[in-house]
């Protein structure tokens, strides 16, 4: 399977689905997952360096590339800055750590995770605090690993509207891409538009509504708000059966046709399977104003970073609140 790409700003072509693999670090489950996508088309993959599993993924691309199955220049790579490298002169050291971690010369997407930096922790047990964020001053630090070959494209992670503006504003080297959270119940139409007006493409993370946050914040200590699930709404599984197709191909479809793309995240082969056959049906305008009528807005945002447990008072929070 080929999959179709869009095109960023800088000349080069995001896959317009990824696998997403954060709360993959099981070494086994992600190998077999990384195994699975490779094999059915996935040629974008997504990872972060807060996720801890780089080395994972690395691994398993080293293999591929050794053995013949795939060339360099035939994956699409995102990783990200953490928070705790939100500081001009951690940028540097941070992406070349990833890039040891995934054994690559270059990513093909370097994303800023959060626009708020914290501050380093010695130990992980260590509190965290948020620090002063001078988002012209790191960009201008990204811009510099695209110039240096580290990065052929750059761009940026849960940023708002006024934040991306500040961005393009004042960038030599645009940002390719916004990754935020985006489905269904969640649309932020208002800030898509803003970023693909700019010639910034859009990637949805939690594009199923990530039906397993609730549990990874448990082992936090944290209680998830309650959210309504898409897949098991009754309008998209109405969608769905008149297709043939899945409540997850459904709502993955609708952002495509949005001209957003898609990271799922799933460690299990089957629904890594399932989830990149997108592109045998079309949603017509009758099932894209009927999904577009599930937006609920801020209310059914899922990642809140309330995970991060850093204070939401810091002046560059994203998030309305």
């Given at each position: ?6 095109d960023l ?55 591929w ?9 035939d ?16 940028v ?27 501050t ?23 811009e ?18 006024k ?19 985006n ?32 549990n ?54 089957n ?51």
């Open positions: 399977m080929v999959v179709p790409t869009f700003l800088g000349g080069y072509k995001i896959p317009v689905v990824g696998l997403g693999t954060w709360q993959c670090n099981n070494e086994k489950e992600l190998e077999d997952a990384l195994n699975a996508a490779l094999e059915n088309g996935y040629r974008h993959i997504d990872t972060a360096y807060l996720y801890q599993n780089e080395h994972i993924i690395g691994r398993v691309l080293k293999e590339f050794t053995s013949g199955k795939l060339k360099r220049e994956v699409f790579i995102t990783t990200k800055l953490p928070m705790e490298g939100i500081h001009p002169d951690r540097e050291p941070f992406l070349k750590k990833s890039l040891e971690n995934l054994q690559l010369d270059y990513l093909d997407l370097y994303l800023i995770h959060f626009p708020v930096g914290i380093q922790r010695k130990n992980p047990s260590d509190s965290l605090h948020t620090i002063p964020t001078d988002h012209i001053a790191i960009w201008k630090k990204f510099q690993q695209v110039d240096a070959g580290r990065a052929r494209s750059i761009g940026i992670s849960n940023f708002n509207i934040q991306v503006d500040r961005i393009v504003k004042n960038a030599r080297v645009k940002p390719a891409s916004l990754q935020i959270e489905h269904v119940f969640l649309q932020q139409a208002e800030l898509v538009k803003f970023a693909q007006d700019q010639g910034i493409v859009v990637v949805a993370y939690s594009p199923l509504g990530s039906p397993a946050y609730g990874y914040v448990a082992t936090l200590g944290i209680t998830a708000k309650p959210t309504p699930s898409i897949l098991n709404h009754p309008k998209v599984n109405e969608i769905a059966k008149k297709h043939g197709k899945t409540a997850a191909h459904v709502a993955l479809r609708f952002q495509i046709q949005r001209k957003i793309a898609v990271i799922p995240k799933s460690v299990t082969a629904r890594v399977q399932a989830n990149i056959n997108l592109f045998d049906f079309t949603l017509d305008d009758q099932d894209m104003k009927a999904l577009r009528q599930l937006d609920i807005g801020e209310a059914c945002r899922v990642c809140d970073f309330k995970f991060a447990k850093v204070s939401s008072d810091h002046p560059e929070w994203p998030f309305p609140q």
